[in-house]
């Protein structure tokens, strides 16, 4: 019996390279069962929700999922933070990586941002007072332990041999303060693992004049959330960045783009976050033979530069690139 996966295209580009990933996936016959389920803002005005009961149950079901990309509407439910919260998807794995062909700041840059994914200021709790607004950032011990348990033994599985906290605690004494205490609580038990810790303004200024120094990054959420981008501005941009959401039944994989509408339907969006997200599935998935199969098939075409999107350089279509890279494939 096959894997199932849950198949999200969601809104404008969304749909393209998702069309494009699948094709790849597809080439190197691997039985799965795809699920497709709806999410974002096409959703919402088809079905008065952005993520439907259906598609989060969908979503429980199978093994894996992959999400295109959604359009945000101010007043709406975030459909991708709707699902993290529903699959406990509380790790977010960010990898940033040169990849050859590609204009980067910096060559041979390998290294990963893990980001606790479920609280602090995106935990949602916030509201209007009579002098304007609060919001309030939740830091459990709980969330802590098991995000900093999650990067040792990522740093342990992947033969990395750093990880790096990164906060506030100079400031923040009480919620990044207990980060770092547990942090090293957990680096206690690892320690054939390098451990050190950085602030995250100090660790942001690292990242554009030093970035070398880093292997594996743990964080809380929107610090987490803002390097991993400035990281993407290191290799290439959004377009060439993946990213998981992992939980202890399940994961998400998506690229981290948006959905682009200014592109949308142009047939020239750039495949390569989406393709790379379906790697770290298949990664997460324990097929490690497929997965590298399917990157360095991307990065023969990337090297080559005869089938890449506008936004690399190219006039290719964003098809036309997935089938250059199922051709690389073949060749394998």
């Known amino acids: 019996m096959g894997k199932k996966i849950a198949i999200i295209e969601g809104d404008g580009i969304g749909k393209e390279v998702m069309e494009a990933a699948l094709l790849v996936l597809d080439s190197l016959n691997l039985n799965f069962e795809y699920i497709h389920?709806?999410?974002?803002?096409?959703?919402?005005?088809?079905?008065?929700?952005?993520?439907?009961?259906?598609?989060?149950?969908?979503?429980?079901?199978?093994?894996?999922?992959?999400?295109?990309?959604?359009?945000?509407?101010?007043?709406?439910?975030?459909?991708?933070?709707?699902?993290?919260?529903?699959?406990?998807?509380?790790?977010?794995?960010?990898?940033?990586?040169?990849?050859?062909g590609i204009k980067s700041l910096y060559e041979g840059l390998d290294f990963v941002i893990i980001r606790e994914n479920s609280e602090g200021l995106y935990s949602g709790l916030e509201e209007y007072n009579s002098k304007g607004a609060v919001a309030i950032r939740l830091i459990t011990k709980k969330a802590s332990r098991r995000i900093c348990e999650f990067a040792f033994d990522y740093a342990l599985?992947?033969?990395?041999?750093?990880?790096?906290?990164?906060?506030?605690?100079?400031?923040?004494?009480?919620?990044?303060?207990?980060?770092?205490?547990?942090?090293?609580?957990?680096?206690?038990?690892?320690?054939?693992?390098?451990?050190?810790?950085?602030?995250?303004?100090?660790?942001?200024?690292?990242?554009?004049?030093?970035?070398?120094?880093?292997?594996?990054?743990?964080?809380?959420?929107?610090?987490?959330?803002?390097?991993?981008?400035?990281?993407?501005?290191?290799v290439g941009g959004l377009g060439m960045t993946p990213s998981a959401n992992i939980g202890i039944d399940n994961g998400l994989f998506e690229p981290v783009h948006g959905s682009a509408p200014n592109i949308a339907?142009?047939?020239?969006?750039?495949?390569?976050?989406?393709i790379l997200s379906t790697v770290m599935m298949l990664e997460n998935m324990g097929d490690l033979d497929n997965a590298l199969k399917i990157e360095q098939a991307l990065i023969k075409v990337l090297r080559e530069g005869k089938f890449l999107t506008p936004d690399l350089g190219g006039k290719s279509k964003t098809m036309e690139m997935a089938k250059a890279i199922c051709s690389k494939l073949k060749i394998n």
């Open 37 to 100: 389920a709806e999410a974002g803002n096409e959703c919402y005005n088809k079905h008065g929700s952005t993520i439907p009961k259906k598609t989060i149950k969908i979503a429980k079901k199978v093994d894996s999922t992959l999400f295109g990309a959604v359009t945000t509407v101010e007043g709406q439910k975030s459909a991708i933070i709707t699902l993290r919260k529903e699959l406990d998807l509380y790790a977010n794995v960010r990898p940033i990586k040169s990849l050859p």
């Open 265 to 274: 339907g142009k047939g020239i969006a750039n495949p390569a976050a989406m």
């Open 157 to 234: 599985k992947n033969h990395r041999n750093k990880v790096t906290a990164v906060h506030k605690a100079n400031v923040l004494k009480k919620t990044d303060g207990l980060f770092k205490d547990i942090f090293y609580q957990t680096a206690q038990i690892n320690q054939d693992i390098e451990s050190n810790d950085y602030y995250v303004d100090a660790t942001a200024m690292f990242m554009i004049t030093k970035p070398q120094i880093f292997d594996v990054i743990v964080t809380t959420n929107l610090f987490g959330d803002i390097l991993s981008d400035e990281g993407a501005g290191l």
